[in-house]
């Protein structure tokens, strides 16, 4: 039994790559000349925002005493998960120090980035968890200086919650900035901001866009574009709860792919069935986004059993990855490609996006086959050192002045010859690769 499509996409999430970069390269040029008030121009443009823009610490006050009391209890509940599993995270990784040969010693040390900026979306969703989920590692990680940058409301300003969000995650500036003019104020020092050694947070197509523009002078955490979540789904499955799954993603936009992998046709029809119907149960904006990622970029899938799903899926690489199957251990085991796995009906993309501890910056567009999401070790270098006893150096010494006479690269043959003829003035060396 070959792969059966009950849906297939008509577009993927590339069918919609805007011609943005011109467009962002320019704005970043502009900024970086014309520095504070070129970016405050373009605030002015796009945001509709004449405020004041890195907030000070009486407006983050004002902003936090507007957040209601259940609210900040879910944001510190979400907060203390995420900075708990970075933690574990951060635990992970430890310097090391090894004697490779005796008397030569090497190792390695982790150390955090200087200054991170972080950047929250707020336009058509106010990305609170994200937020959290940025400033909090970069805490974590130990990073010296944290700014966190969302686009402000016209009239009004950077939404309460995210202020109270990244204030307790430890954002030590708040910016009322949005888009480009934002990550260009984090790049490039502007307001009296110490310059962003590495940009993280998910955004629109021109925040994606300009994080790629400005990779290499800074680091960022990836090249992100639309969200996209895939479904495993056995026989076992409740088909309301994978419909429901679906859509809750779907809702992102409306390029955001959603997928349904099962060796059960009779679940995935089912599931066809309901996804509609749930669709059209959503508030206005939410419906729209939901309906045309079903519609233009949802895939349904039915292969001839597990091991074939979880190939199908390690080629889709998805950026989330649910799991409602039997025998959760072999999938857990087998499946290799994924942002973020979810195992069983316990357990939803939402809780990760949201609060359970995990990242949901995440890898999306194929990523997942070649790096994980953010993490504390984003924001942290390994670095590596060695020394060396004159002794010690020897054997290194003769190994490197002859392979590197080997490879033609005479200049580095000569700086271990100089050590041999100090050190051991009264021995003679084959420095040469010949026999």
Request: hydrophobic share 40%; net charge negative; glycine share 8%.
């Amino acid at each position: 039994m070959t792969r059966e499509y009950l849906k297939k996409a008509t577009l993927t999430a590339k069918s919609d790559a805007s011609e943005v970069h011109e467009t962002v390269k320019t704005i970043l040029a502009d900024i970086e000349n014309g520095g504070d008030a070129k970016a405050l121009e373009y605030a002015k443009k796009f945001d509709r925002y004449e405020g004041n823009v890195v907030l000070t610490t009486k407006e983050v006050e004002a902003a936090c005493a507007l957040v209601s009391d259940k609210l900040k209890a879910d944001i510190q509940f979400a907060h203390e998960n995420v900075k708990r599993f970075a933690e574990a995270q951060k635990a992970t990784v430890s310097d090391v120090e090894v004697e490779i040969v005796p008397g030569v010693m090497a190792g390695q040390k982790a150390i955090p980035v200087d200054a991170a900026g972080c950047y929250v979306p707020g336009g058509r969703y106010s990305h609170i968890a994200s937020a959290i989920m940025t400033v909090t590692t970069a805490k974590v990680a130990g990073c010296h200086h944290i700014t966190a940058c969302s686009p402000p409301r016209p009239d009004i300003g950077v939404n309460p919650a995210i202020v109270y969000a990244a204030h307790i995650s430890g954002a030590d500036k708040i910016l009322a900035l949005g888009g480009v003019q934002g990550v260009a104020a984090m790049t490039f020092g502007l307001f009296g901001l110490p310059k962003a050694n590495i940009l993280v947070g998910p955004g629109n197509q021109f925040v994606a866009e300009a994080k790629r523009i400005l990779f290499g002078r800074v680091g960022i955490d990836m090249i992100a574009g639309p969200t996209d979540s895939l479904i495993l789904a056995d026989k076992t499955a409740d088909a309301h709860i994978v419909a429901t799954d679906l859509v809750s993603q779907a809702e992102h936009g409306y390029n955001s792919p959603v997928w349904l992998i099962t060796d059960n046709k009779a679940l995935a029809e089912k599931v066809m069935e309901l996804v509609p119907e749930l669709i059209n149960d959503l508030p206005d904006v939410n419906r729209e986004n939901a309906f045309a990622a079903w519609r233009d970029y949802a895939e349904v899938i039915v292969c001839k059993d597990r091991e074939d799903m979880a190939a199908c899926s390690d080629e889709y690489a998805p950026e989330h990855l649910t799991v409602q199957a039997e025998d959760l251990e072999w999938w857990l085991e087998r499946l290799t490609c994924y942002g973020s796995l979810f195992l069983g009906e316990e357990t939803t993309v939402s809780y990760g996006d949201k609060a359970t501890g995990t990242n949901h910056v995440l890898p999306t567009s194929g990523a997942a086959s070649y790096t994980g999401g953010l993490s504390v070790h984003k924001y942290m270098k390994i670095v590596t050192w060695q020394r060396a006893t004159r002794d010690g150096s020897k054997p290194v010494a003769l190994a490197t002045a002859r392979i590197s006479r080997l490879e033609g690269m005479e200049g580095h043959a000569r700086a271990a010859d100089v050590r041999l003829a100090k050190y051991f003035p009264n021995e003679q060396f084959d420095l040469t690769s010949d026999d």
